[in-house]
Structure formats: structure tokens, C-alpha cells
């Protein structure tokens, strides 16, 4: 089997997963309602306005930081949301595990790319 055939493989094991059924599962429920949808991108926007701001070395200020903290104490209590985050944690970290697995199963390749990088950015 060459390595096409097994990634091609892979992405099926993948999207027969547990992980994955129940990540669509939760999506779907986290879906049919607007009012849900709304507040997880509310919190996502609001996450991001901040990570960008901490990564441009701006101080984040004191009221986004409070309704951060409200919408996720929201969350907490939604088990609709709750479950749709619990289950695309899972998953993403099942993602994380297998690119891990790939990438140091490929350290020589890995290591040479960083090479490039650097030489390139000086």
C-alpha cells in the first residue's frame, strides 16, 4: 500500500471515528439552535479581539476580559454548548496526536524545513 492509498485510509478511520460522530453529533444539536450558535461565536470573537491584542502587545482591558468570563460561565451552564466544546476538544486533540505521530516519525524532514526557515529569514 503506498502512502496515498494510507492516508486515504486514514481519513476514513478518521471519519468513522467516535471522536468524529460525536463531534458532528453535537454540531448538529449546537446548530438548530440560533440563540446557541450566536453565543459560541460571540465567545470565539471575543477571544480572538483578545489573543490579537496580547499578541500585539496591547493590555487587554478590564471589560473584555469580565465578558469573557460571563459568556464562559454561559457556556458552563448550556449543556447544548457545553457538549459541542467538550466533543470538538476530543477531536481536535485526537488531530493534534496524529500529526504528532507524523511529525516525529518525520523528524529528518521537519528539521531540514526549519533549516530553510531560518536561512531564509535572516
Known sequence: MNAYDQAHELART???????RVFLDARKRLETDPKNKEMLDDLRRLQWEMEMAQAMGKEVDEAKKTQASQ????????????DYLGAEYRFAQLMADIQKILADALNEWF???????????K
Open 111 to 121: 528539521s531540514a524545513a526549519g533549516d530553510i526557515l531560518e536561512k531564509t529569514q
Open 14 to 20: 478518521l471519519k468513522a471515528s467516535e471522536e468524529y
Open 71 to 82: 459568556l464562559i460561565q454561559l457556556v458552563n451552564l448550556n449543556p447544548t454548548l457545553k
